[in-house]
């Protein structure tokens, strides 16, 4: 083992990641289980799901006022959308992650990877904020 | 000490112990070859299960069975793919999008957004006990993590732009061509660098790994670093517009272009998907084609498959495994290929 080399910023990485991971596959697997066992009413009851998962995703919103972008936080009280908190919480790991090493880069002064690591978290977060949407039908 | 701590510390030797497996799996397909006598046995059998498993939910809805039978198909199934998937040598990914998207009546466009998924979780997964072995390489990552998210965000919205045959067509004739890929590439444990490129030097790409093969600390640097990004934008695109993990292609720039070792780059590639597919996630998240009766089972069931194919691994080395994905695979991209062609509805 070579932990002893490692890079400040890559433990402390590593660190955010490990304990992040287990807390969204924990979250994704209890709120599943919300939503199975019927405590929480859902959006589209999962009785009715067959006559839509074959759809488009687009024709699914559309027939069902499906919330896109960031509307399902409105509706984590529906089992469904509950389950949005653990997904949400995996996909925007990784920008906690850099958000963390880049008080390290700075301090370290390490110019370049600052500049990649905000460039990152710029994408990240554009990926993550609804604004861009695929276009076309 | 505190049971805080004793939770962190178990998580924390949890993660390197997935690492050390995911790693070592990889490292230990990547080298096979052939017995195709294991592949003729084990694929229709496999073959059968799979298309067995889809029956069960298809029969559910046509007769209005419980609705439940349809997660649970998709469970049983992911689960034989969480096992192959170790045994391959392959991301979870790569085989989930063409075989559910093949065999289960979701539209495709929820299948990618379940396939980044349940690639994503995988990688995240292993990402801190490959990044704490320092086989991963943050520094290598970073740079080529960036050009890939970028073009992954840009891949999901042409995919999910796209009419569906189109998908369909270009999913089957990228499955059919990573099969080629895995057939044929050739790998290189310990890359020749005549000199690393000025790019590389000036971020700072190399590093050192401790090789227990050898007994010895290895030290690593790269080159081609700018082909290497522009390459990143093709796969980048490739991963969000199919959903697909890209290790397939991630190992092979890193490895034969780049020149990082091999334990480096299939590592470097596994905790790559972690920032790539995130981005690319967003966009299906964003855009509604997340649903989470098809994703959830699906994480959990390939996440427990991998578990014991693991286990499974440390009994015995079925190494023509890597050949019944390969045939899995070559039978997925083909069924996806006529199917956007509309031949095999």
């Known amino acids: 083992m070579v932990e002893g080399r490692i890079a400040e910023e890559q433990a402390a990485y590593a660190n955010i990641l490990n304990i992040g991971m287990y807390l969204g596959l924990l979250a994704l697997i209890v709120t599943f289980m919300v939503y199975v066992s019927g405590m929480l009413q859902s959006f589209v009851p999962v009785e009715e799901l067959p006559k839509y998962w074959g759809m488009k995703a687009k024709d699914y919103v559309h027939a069902l006022n499906a919330p896109t972008g960031w509307r399902w936080v409105a509706m984590i009280g529906k089992g469904d959308y509950l389950n949005f908190i653990g997904i949400a919480f995996l996909a925007g790991l990784t920008i906690l992650c850099y958000l963390a090493i880049l008080p390290i880069l700075i301090r370290k002064k390490d110019t370049s990877y600052v500049v990649i690591a905000v460039f990152e978290v710029i994408v990240l977060l554009l990926a993550a904020s609804g604004i861009l949407k695929a276009g076309g039908h | ?345």
Do not use: C
Not at chain 2, 131 to 136: D, V
Not at chain 2, 143 to 155: K, Q, T
Not at chain 2, 276 to 295: C, F, H, K, M, R
């Open chain 2, 1 to 345: 000490m505190s049971f805080p701590r004793d939770v962190f510390e178990f998580l924390t030797a949890a993660s390197v112990a997935h690492a050390r497996w995911d790693y070592e799996v990889s490292m230990n397909i990547v080298r096979n070859r052939r017995k195709l006598l294991m592949l003729f046995i084990l694929l229709p059998i496999l073959s059968v299960m799979l298309v067995e498993a889809a029956e069960i939910g298809r029969t559910a809805s046509a007769s209005g069975k419980p609705w439940w039978l349809w997660p649970l198909a998709l469970f049983i199934v992911t689960f034989v793919l969480g096992i192959l998937a170790v045994l391959g040598g392959v991301g979870g990914g790569v085989l989930f999008v063409p075989i559910v998207g093949g065999f289960f009546p979701f539209h495709l466009d929820f299948v990618r957004g379940a396939g980044l998924l349940v690639a994503l979780s995988g990688a995240l997964a292993a990402g801190p006990g490959l990044l704490k072995r320092n086989l991963a390489s943050l520094r290598l990552a970073m740079p080529l993590a960036l050009i890939a998210s970028s073009a992954a965000i840009v891949g999901a919205m042409i995919g999910l732009a796209l009419p569906t045959n189109i998908v369909q067509i270009l999913l089957g004739a990228t499955i059919i061509f990573i099969v080629i890929v895995m057939a044929s590439a050739k790998k290189s444990d310990f890359p020749d660098i005549a000199q690393p490129d000025s790019l590389s030097q000036t971020l700072g790409i190399m590093g050192i790994y401790r090789e227990e093969s050898l007994g010895k600390d290895v030290e690593w640097s790269v080159h081609r670093t700018p082909q290497a990004l522009v390459l990143f934008i093709f796969i980048g695109i490739m991963a969000g517009m199919f959903g697909l993990g890209a290790g397939w292609a991630n190992v092979p720039v890193l490895n034969l272009v780049m020149g990082a070792p091999l334990k480096i780059s299939v590592a470097t590639s596994k905790f790559l998907l972690s920032i790539t597919d995130a981005s690319a996630a967003w966009i299906y998240l964003n855009e509604g084609a997340v649903l989470p009766i098809i994703a959830v089972p699906s994480i959990v069931g390939i996440m427990l498959g991998s578990i014991v194919g693991v286990k499974i691994l440390a009994k015995a080395r079925p190494r023509a495994i890597k050949w019944v994905v390969i045939g899995l695979l070559l039978f997925a991209g083909s069924r996806a290929l006529l199917k956007g062609l509309g031949i095999w509805e």
